[in-house]
């Protein structure tokens, strides 16, 4: 072959490639910084803790073989039990269904295969409550009051669609509770009631359409309720406390912004009542109190994180706390079954905080665990809501992050837009 005619090999040869090269400019990158990528991107020793409905024990997810499984420990005590052993991929998200056991799920093999497991609290009893092939799973409701049952949605029969059923913790036997079987119109969620009963499903129309279908008791069968365009959305949240035909509902039919309202899923219609709404921003969820029954406040995103209290004895609690840990968001995370016991997690815009455990009836605050301690929030640069008007007369909203100690004129730009696009960035 003629010199002339050999191919060259891919790639820049001048590119640096080495891993001592490389080094070097990760360390030039760094300049004066105490700081390293690495330090931004490194894993929390502890994170999503969660408090048992007894009260007595935290449970949360913390690095074993560099990756993530679940810890568990009493309150009041530093000594920690590791109940899960997984090595190959991290656990996606647990809860404790009683105070003896934990439900969590893992993807299989890195397909987002996403399965169910079972654990008891001491790291005994452990079951794989799905092993099914290529199967994925969701959790439809945690029934709270039923220690040994949940009910999840699974693709088993058909991998393009999810069908509801009882599963029993304990043993993993099953029961389907209602079918989805029209892959052209397939039903994409499922709703129950305060007692755990199946009676609201959601089906896609076209891939842009939804119909809200429903039924009065799980013997019967579902029904049209009202369908939607891709322009309109009548969300329902959750079951008024009687367990009627009303339900609360996030919804823009005939607004501009969205709006929480009570929806009478029998007779298809709104019942005239607005619990909430807000000149500027679309209204975001509905919290509430499983134990007194009670709506507590609408949560809503301005340019911070707000909630609009309609239960005074949450509005203390949550005056108490923000008075306790100035400076930060404060958002309650868990809490035991009787509601005095709670985890409680804080972030800034400079922080990613930490994670604190009260005792309301002992009036006790404690501080469990910095989440990023190795960060200084004193060094980190601040994010700042803007505003300006397009082109067309829109108000355009967004936070600007300057970098500490600069001037702020002739700065490079980095415009990091929002995802969706009907999604948007938060403060934090």
């Given at each position: 072959m ?76 530093n ?87 009882r ?32 009676r ?53 039919i ?22 909430f709404?807000h000149?500027e ?81 002992a ?66």
């Amino acid at each position: 072959m003629h010199k002339s005619d050999k191919q060259a090999l891919p790639g820049d040869p001048s590119l640096p490639s080495s891993k001592e090269v490389l080094e070097g400019l990760m360390e030039l990158g760094k300049g004066n910084s105490k700081y390293t990528v690495e330090d931004f991107f490194r894993t929390p020793e502890k994170v999503a803790f969660q408090l048992s409905p007894g009260g007595d024990y935290l449970a949360y997810l913390g690095p074993y073989e560099r990756r993530q499984n679940i810890f568990v420990q009493k309150v009041g005590e530093n000594n920690a039990v590791r109940i899960t052993h997984e090595t190959e991929r991290d656990i996606g998200g647990y809860f404790w269904s009683s105070d003896q056991r934990l439900v969590y799920v893992k993807d299989s093999g890195g397909d987002e295969n996403f399965q169910l497991f079972a654990v008891d609290r001491d790291g005994s009893n452990g079951r794989d409550l799905t092993p099914f092939e290529g199967v994925k799973i969701q959790i439809i409701d945690d029934l709270e009051d039923n220690e040994d049952e949940l009910i999840i949605g699974m693709n088993k029969n058909n991998p393009m669609l999810f069908e509801p059923y009882r599963i029993n913790i304990r043993t993993g036997e099953y029961t389907q509770i209602a079918e989805n079987n029209d892959p052209a119109e397939p039903i994409t969620g499922w709703m129950t009631d305060h007692d755990g009963k199946l009676r609201i499903a959601i089906k896609t129309i076209a891939g842009v359409d939804h119909s809200l279908l429903y039924r009065d008791s799980e013997e019967d069968n579902f029904r049209t309720v009202i369908t939607t365009n891709f322009k309109e959305s009548m969300e329902p949240i959750f079951f008024e406390f009687d367990n009627s035909s009303v339900v609360y509902a996030v919804t823009n039919i005939g607004r501009d912004r969205s709006e929480i309202v009570k929806f009478d899923m029998a007779a298809g219609k709104e019942t005239g009542e607005v619990l909430f709404s807000h000149p500027e921003v679309d209204a975001g969820s509905l919290a509430h109190s499983r134990k007194r029954k009670v709506v507590t406040g609408a949560i809503y995103t301005t340019w911070k994180r707000e909630i609009k209290f309609f239960d005074e004895e949450r509005r203390k609690l949550q005056e108490y706390l923000e008075k306790e840990l100035p400076g930060y968001e404060v958002v309650l995370t868990s809490s035991n079954k009787n509601e005095d016991k709670f985890m409680v997690r804080t972030y800034s815009d400079r922080s990613l905080g930490a994670y604190y455990y009260y005792d309301q009836p002992a009036g006790k605050l404690e501080k469990i665990i910095e989440v990023s301690p190795w960060l200084d929030e004193q060094d980190m640069a601040s994010m700042k809501p803007v505003q300006y008007t397009s082109r067309d007369g829109l108000a355009i909203h967004g936070y600007l992050t300057l970098p500490g100690g600069k001037a702020s004129a002739g700065l490079p730009v980095v415009v990091n837009p929002h995802g969706g696009p009907w999604v948007r960035d938060s403060w934090g």
